[in-house]
């Protein structure tokens, strides 16, 4: 279809991008009671990626929602985009999304056509996740934004966290890095079509492999890495978990032409964002500055990060790589000595 | 003098880059509203060989690249 609308022309932010800071949204929960509920298993506290709650002993639900303003022109593939990014916290928990229901911001000048696409492909990703979509809510905004609530299942002792990785565990990372600044270059039409196309096939990638492959082993932990960039989900799995994390930086795979844009300072806001949260608890090494802000990089869809038990890892990293073969041995977790949390090594 | 205030990123590095590939100036003077953009700019004039200094001017920053 030709596209008159430029989408993304729309968008102050960039998909995962606009998400608010980490530190930023502790302050604004501050002070605010938290009621429990013994069967809530995973609730806000961890800052995890969907909040678990136990039906009975074989069976937990998983909610999560997640929207976002256009990343990409083709309206299509954005609500495809945005439902893949929003499937996946469920994944990230070791969960089956089985309900989904429409979040959707339009301008009220917006062709009906381009809104169609839109709905489409978030209709077309979430069958794709054997997932349904049973409803939603529109409202007017001049800024458009699409993305699903999705409910999901998963075995209450089989929930993974972003905090159970121990000392010993091997990590695992399913994506290269550099999305969001193949994003933002593209905002300035600096992206090459390879490298957009690269971008969006990563971004349209289900995380259905990798969680499907994961728990078939003993994983202790496990997280998406979307807004907060690598090294924001790492601190917030360390910090969750007691341990610090170090990583083999020359073995995390970073999108060479979102590298090149790195080093050219074509930089997006939520990369400085995520630094400012994560740089305390970062020792970074002798890593260039270009490579640190890949590391930075908020992720629109990215991929799982998961902390295995080192007697699995082998076998997880060759089952793995055959479902998804972008995924990598990215480091390990270490028992915690005090101060940073986070290590990068050449 | 390159004004790149209300522009979001990356046009204020993208408005630098191509002065300096067009012109390749000794100096160069870049008012720009935010420190993101301050941070993008520095980051592509140290690879390109100039040395950045910038004050802050009300909500503005100005940035100074010379060789």
Redesign the interface.
Do not use: D, F, G
């Given at each position: 279809m030709e596209n008159e609308v430029k989408l993304t022309k729309l968008a102050s932010c960039a998909g995962c991008g606009a998400k608010v800071g980490a530190g930023v949204l502790a302050q604004l929960l501050d002070g605010i009671r938290v009621r429990t509920d013994p069967n809530l298993l995973v609730g806000f506290d961890k800052s995890d990626d969907a909040s678990v709650y136990r039906i009975s002993d074989e069976l937990a639900l998983v909610q999560t929602v997640d929207f976002f303003p256009p990343i990409v022109d083709d309206p299509y593939v954005f609500g495809a985009i945005a439902a893949t990014n929003a499937l996946s916290d469920v994944y990230a928990m070791g969960g089956e999304p089985k309900l989904a229901l429409n979040v959707m911001a339009i301008p009220a000048d917006m062709p009906k056509e381009v809104v169609h696409e839109m709905l489409r492909g978030g209709y077309d990703k979430a069958y794709e996740a054997g997932a349904i979509i049973t409803g939603g809510h529109s409202i007017l905004d001049p800024e458009p934004k699409y993305g699903l609530a999705v409910t999901g299942f998963v075995h209450p002792d089989r929930v993974l966290t972003n905090s159970g990785a121990v000392p010993g565990d091997v990590l695992f990372l399913t994506k290269p890095l550099g999305i969001g600044i193949l994003t933002t270059a593209a905002k300035a039409e600096l992206t090459t079509p390879a490298g957009m196309t690269l971008a969006q096939k990563l971004m349209l990638t289900l995380n259905r492999g990798a969680r499907d492959v994961m728990v078939n082993y003993r994983v202790h932990a496990c997280t998406d890495v979307t807004g907060f960039g690598l090294l924001g989900h790492c601190t917030e799995m360390a910090q969750g978990s007691g341990v610090e994390i170090h990583l083999d930086v020359n073995a995390i795979d970073l999108i060479p032409e979102a590298l090149e844009f790195a080093r050219m300072g074509v930089l997006p806001e939520g990369m400085y964002r995520n630094r400012t949260f994560a740089e305390p608890h970062v020792d970074a090494g002798e890593a260039a500055l270009a490579v640190q802000d890949m590391l930075y990089d908020p992720q629109t869809s990215g991929g799982l990060l998961i902390a295995v038990d080192p007697q699995d890892a082998d076998e997880l990293f060759e089952e793995l790589r055959d479902a998804v073969p972008s995924a990598q041995r990215i480091g390990t977790a270490e028992e915690y000595r005090g101060g940073k949390r986070i290590f990068l090594h050449q | 003098m390159i004004d790149a205030r209300g522009l979001?990123?990356?046009?204020p590095?993208?408005m630098v880059?191509k002065e300096v590939q067009k012109n390749a100036p000794q100096e160069l003077t870049v008012r720009v509203d935010?420190?993101?953009c301050v941070?993008?700019?520095?980051?592509?004039?140290h690879?390109q060989g100039y040395e950045v200094q910038y004050t802050q001017d009300g909500g503005d920053f100005v940035l100074t690249l010379h060789k």
């Open positions: - | 979001s990123c990356p046009m590095v993208v880059q935010s420190m993101v941070e993008n700019i520095t980051r592509y004039a690879l």
